[in-house]
């Protein structure tokens, strides 16, 4: 994916990319230290913060003839999820993502978020406009439609 990478010229945007950057101070990534967060726009215009949260756990190898299988990754929730699941838990079905702003601490090129979150982003709607923020303040425009093309929906089962 090319980023064309921009500077805000508005106070709406620079308010979201703040929020954004303070939900990643608050990250709690002990262990990778790679802390993400997140705002999210409802079309209400209430803004929601989140930010990622790892957990230690201990989970063992288990092995099945020759393969295999890792079991071994900690439980994690990513800053996308926490803003979705924040404006959800405030008010079920009434605050309707218009966009999510992400940034983690990499400033050579902004982070996407994850599949499972791309995934979880479209049980709200295809036309979500996503912002990937750097540190620094700039940022891309894209849509979780170009994130995640000919995706499974709502719609798909009729529920739209």
Not at 27 to 33: A, G, L, Q
Not at 96 to 114: A, M, W
């Amino acid at each position: 994916m090319k980023f064309d990478m921009e500077y805000s010229d508005n106070e709406e945007t620079t308010r979201l990319i703040d929020a954004a950057l303070d939900a990643r101070n608050n990250s709690h990534s002990p262990y990778s230290n790679f802390r993400v967060g997140a705002a999210l726009l409802t079309v209400e215009g209430k803004v929601f913060k989140g930010c990622n949260i790892e957990s230690c756990s201990f989970c063992k190898l288990q092995a099945s003839r020759s393969i295999t299988l890792r079991l071994d990754e900690p439980p994690t929730i990513c800053a996308e999820r926490v803003a979705i699941a924040s404006a959800v838990s405030d008010s079920a079905n009434t605050h309707y993502p218009k966009s999510l702003h992400v940034c983690s601490d990499v400033n050579e090129t902004p982070i996407t978020p994850c599949g499972v979150c791309r995934q979880f982003m479209r049980e709200f709607g295809k036309d979500l406009q996503v912002w990937l923020v750097c540190p620094d303040k700039r940022f891309c425009r894209t849509t979780l439609e170009e994130l995640l093309p000919g995706s499974f929906g709502p719609d798909s089962l009729g529920k739209a």
